[in-house]
């Protein structure tokens, strides 16, 4: 599919009611997911990021561990509407995790001492950027998806799981299928009060 | 100016060599700066980014102010060098500074404790997804663009001369204008180390 990029800019949003139907194929989402780790900028070129793309059985167990992470730190009062929030994301088709290589990160650092400090902020920013070209890709396929954080809750037991290397960083999960429910409706602030120009 | 998204996300570059002259009119800059902040994800829709647009001899006088704070740091035989990469910047037809609003991120901290420690890492999130619009919306209008960090060098003097808010946090410096030298080769890592796919 394709798409004016300030329309897809405008269009995408977290969507929460989502289906395991298939609005494309695997192939198409892997190739998206291929472009958007391609094309994301990263600090000196770095190439930080990382991400996993898990369908079918894959997913599900992704959103079990989440379920049981979350089932022994969460009052059993208030399980009821976790377990809920957690069984929409496992609704979906698939899950896209977000990683950040602390090698990486850590070979900038012993490189270029000086910015120490910052190279773990751009790795942040990369990531976000990394998360926000893939979450307006899927928007364009047909794909409804949210961006959830439950890391570092799951980060040990989803390294084990699919055996990833030690040293990516789990940074956020992303849930996507068909879409059921569209977005709500979205309150804007003042673009006055958050963008200035000054110009002479 | 419209551009398929995965043209825009391709085509985005780092782009150091630029000159003065303006590429599109300055309402057309700050339209496309509106659009980015105000559809610019953010965590509970925070709507924590702010940006202010510096042109003609506003955006002289950031690079002004960097070069003189960098003067005080950067010892006197290296200085040279400092000076002539502050040059190619202020070489540019304007910048854009992005911050993200403490006084938002401090809210959703004391509304939410349970996330307070996710909240700041959130709003970096949000701000590299900012940013990666401008950059790429600077792009798709004919712009050369790259991203720069002197905070928080120069923090106070920035907050001082354009008299912003003390809770608006500097995040990222990006200097723009016509390209006078395209970006060079880029080299990209194997996907096969960077993305991984479970399906079964």
């Not at 798409?3 to 405008?10: G, P």
């Not at 472009?35 to 930080?48: D, E, R, T």
């Not at 364009?140 to 990516?168: A, C, M, T």
């Amino acid at each position: 599919m394709s798409k004016d990029f300030y329309s897809a800019v405008k269009d995408r949003r977290s969507i929460y009611g989502i289906s395991k139907e298939a609005v494309t194929s695997d192939e198409k989402i892997l190739d998206i997911l291929h472009h958007a780790v391609k094309y994301a900028p990263s600090a000196f070129n770095s190439q930080s990021g990382r991400a996993v793309l898990l369908l079918g059985d894959q997913h599900n167990k992704l959103w079990d561990i989440t379920k049981e992470a979350l089932r022994k730190i969460v009052p059993p009062e208030s399980f009821g509407s976790t377990e809920e929030k957690i069984n929409s994301f496992r609704n979906g088709y698939g899950s896209i995790l977000f990683f950040e290589d602390q090698s990486v990160v850590e070979g900038l650092q012993s490189q270029f001492p000086l910015y120490k400090d910052n190279f773990p902020v751009w790795s942040q920013h990369s990531s976000g950027m990394l998360q926000y070209i893939v979450w307006t890709s899927l928007e364009i396929e047909g794909f409804g998806s949210s961006l959830q954080h439950y890391n570092p809750l799951i980060d040990e037991e989803v390294k084990r799981e699919w055996k990833l290397p030690d040293k990516w960083k789990l940074i956020a999960q992303m849930p996507f299928g068909k879409i059921t429910a569209p977005a709500q409706e979205k309150d804007f602030k003042p673009l006055e009060e958050r963008v200035k120009m000054f110009k002479q």
